[in-house]
Nanobody, 120 residues
């Protein structure tokens, strides 16, 4: 059972990247998913969130209009499309899947993170 992020890298300011968060060993469509990021010396912050069926999304003010979270439940994957990247977007990006049910309680999984560096 794991979440694996990919798609990070080095990009110039104004560039774009698409991060992927792929689940294995469990059905991601049963889980809401959030993307967090953590820059050196800073606390982890919530960037974007999406409901299990994709009908609801939410974004941090700092990324609204530039980032889009989406999911393809057939591929067991959630994406974070990032446009207009800024140096302050530099961080390790993590995905987090969580669900709550009366039978199983709270379950959640974290990925290992992918580095995004925005620099000229």
């Amino acid at each position: 059972v794991q979440l694996v992020e990919s798609g990070g890298g080095l990009v110039q300011p104004g560039g774009s990247l698409r991060l992927s968060c792929a689940a294995s060993g469990f059905t991601l469509s049963n889980y809401a998913v959030r993307w967090f990021r953590q820059a050196p010396g800073k606390e982890r912050e919530l960037v974007a969130a999406i409901s299990s069926n994709g009908g609801l999304t939410n974004y941090a003010d700092s990324v609204k209009g530039r980032f889009t979270i989406s999911r393809d439940n057939a591929k067991n994957t959630v994406y974070l499309q990032m446009f207009g990247l800024k140096p302050e977007d530099t961080a390790v990006y993590y995905c987090h899947a969580w669900a709550y049910s009366a039978s199983d309680g709270y379950t959640n999984y974290w990925g290992q993170g992918t580095q995004v560096t925005v620099s000229s």
